[in-house]
């Protein structure tokens, strides 16, 4: 009975649709083909059913590697950008404080030593012109 059985899931499980009988010890096959005991049946579907079992496994690891990979990846992108945006930050806040203390010098120079300065180098320069004309005019 265990014979059939694994004789007609063999076949099933395989797709064939072959001939098939089952032998009684010392009757003559009545074609040609392999002969199988019980056990060698069982060995051959288990071993069908064992790759099976092993092809989603390690197609699973497969999946839960990549997955772990790309998980990897983006965390370290994240941290990259993370860390990107932390110097840009820095950078503008130095910057911002740069810009801060110039605008401080500026503002320490008053408005009142600007006319100082202007009509300061309004009459050096006039008084530089007229030492170079009177030099100049008065040479041989």
Same mark, same amino acid.
């Given at each position: 009975?265990?014979?059939?059985?694994?004789?007609?899931?063999?076949?099933?499980?395989?797709?064939?649709?072959?001939?098939?009988?089952?032998?009684?010890?010392?009757?003559? %096959?009545?074609?040609?083909?392999?002969? &199988?005991?019980?056990?060698?049946?069982?060995?051959? &579907?288990?071993?069908?059913?064992?790759?099976?079992?092993?092809?989603?496994?390690? &197609?699973?690891?497969?999946?839960?590697? %990549?997955?772990?990979? +790309?998980?990897?990846?983006?965390?370290?992108?994240?941290?990259?950008?993370?860390?990107?945006?932390?110097?840009?930050?820095?950078? !503008?806040?130095?910057?911002?404080?740069?810009?801060?203390? &110039?605008?401080?010098?500026?503002?320490?120079?008053?408005?009142?030593?600007?006319?100082?300065? +202007?009509?300061?180098?309004? %009459?050096?320069?006039?008084?530089?012109?007229?030492?170079?004309?009177?030099? !100049?005019?008065? %040479?041989?």
């Amino acid at each position: 009975m265990l014979s059939r059985l694994l004789l007609i899931m063999f076949s099933v499980a395989h797709g064939q649709e072959g001939d098939f009988t089952l032998l009684s010890e010392g009757q003559a %096959a009545p074609f040609e083909g392999v002969l &199988l005991s019980p056990e060698a049946s069982a060995e051959i &579907l288990s071993s069908h059913e064992e790759q099976e079992a092993r092809c989603a496994l390690e &197609l699973e690891y497969q999946l839960d590697l %990549a997955g772990t990979e +790309f998980k990897l990846r983006e965390e370290l992108l994240q941290v990259r950008l993370d860390t990107i945006e932390d110097q840009q930050t820095f950078l !503008i806040e130095q910057k911002d404080e740069e810009i801060a203390g &110039l605008h401080r010098i500026i503002e320490k120079q008053s408005p009142q030593y600007k006319w100082f300065w +202007f009509i300061g180098g309004t %009459a050096l320069g006039g008084a530089i012109y007229y030492g170079i004309d009177q030099a !100049i005019g008065s %040479a041989p």
